[in-house]
């Protein structure tokens, strides 16, 4: 089993990207954001635990992220890989991962921090199929989502307080990593600051697709 990791500061655009190369991949995408949001939404004990950490714009305990990755992978349509958005966040939860699967790219998505907040404010969902929009730069259609039955949905923690704890979350826990998958040779930096076709361009290229 082979895995790919998106990975960026919040609103980079990994959901956006994984939704994209999905089909040229052939690999489901894994977001530890969504899974969390489901179990908050079921109030599961994981959810119970992780909602306080999720609105204050906090990392949620690597213990927790760890167990459902676990139990994510053993999924049967994991069983050739998964490209994962939004893990690992931290060391040790890529040190999990290591002994999990082997990780063959780290597709780093560049957005500079001033760019961030207007793209996590903007930010809204499809409640029915769940593509992810932006009120200025990738409007819904005018003729409708694709799915035929567009209703918005905006999350909870997308706003201006929320995303500067994120930041900072990104900044002190999460960047370290790229030092480290970049020791390991498989990391590459994409500049995620332009035209979303242009950037999924880049992704596949890195990727050998
Ligand atoms: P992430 O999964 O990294 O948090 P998203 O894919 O949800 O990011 O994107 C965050 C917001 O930015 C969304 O509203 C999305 O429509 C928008 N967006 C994504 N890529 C781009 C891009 N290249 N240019 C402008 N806006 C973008
Ligand atoms: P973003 O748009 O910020 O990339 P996500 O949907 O990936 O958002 O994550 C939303 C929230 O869920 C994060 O702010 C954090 O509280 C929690 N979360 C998601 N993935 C992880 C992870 N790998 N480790 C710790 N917390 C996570």
């Known amino acids: 089993m082979s895995s790919i990791v998106l990975f ?27 899974m969390l949001r489901a179990a908050v939404k079921e109030q599961t004990p994981t959810g119970l635990e992780a909602k306080g950490y999720m609105e204050a714009g906090q990392l949620v305990p690597d213990s927790i992220i760890i167990e459902l990755i676990r139990q994510r992978i053993k999924l049967p349509d994991a069983i050739d890989g998964v490209m994962f958005d939004g893990f690992p966040r931290t ?52 003729s409708g989502c694709t799915c035929g039955n567009f209703e918005e949905k905006r999350r ?19 960047s370290p990593l790229a030092e480290w998958y970049d020791n390991l040779g498989i990391f590459h930096r994409i500049d995620g600051d332009r035209a979303i076709d242009l950037i999924s361009t880049d992704i596949l290229e890195a990727l050998g697709n």
């Open 8 to 34: 960026g500061p919040p609103g980079a655009g990994k959901g956006t990207q994984a939704e994209r190369i999905m089909i040229s991949t052939g690999l489901p995408q894994v977001s530890t954001g969504d």
């Open 91 to 142: 060391i040790p939860q890529a040190e999990a991962l290591a002994e999990i699967t082997d990780v063959t790219h780290v597709i780093a998505i560049e957005v500079p921090d001033e760019k961030i907040v207007e793209r996590i404010c903007g930010r809204y969902s499809c409640s029915n199929c769940g593509l992810v929009f932006h009120e200025t730069f990738n409007p819904v259609p005018e």
């Open 156 to 174: 909870a923690d997308d706003n201006q307080d929320t995303v500067l704890s994120r930041l900072s979350a990104y900044h002190e826990q999460t």
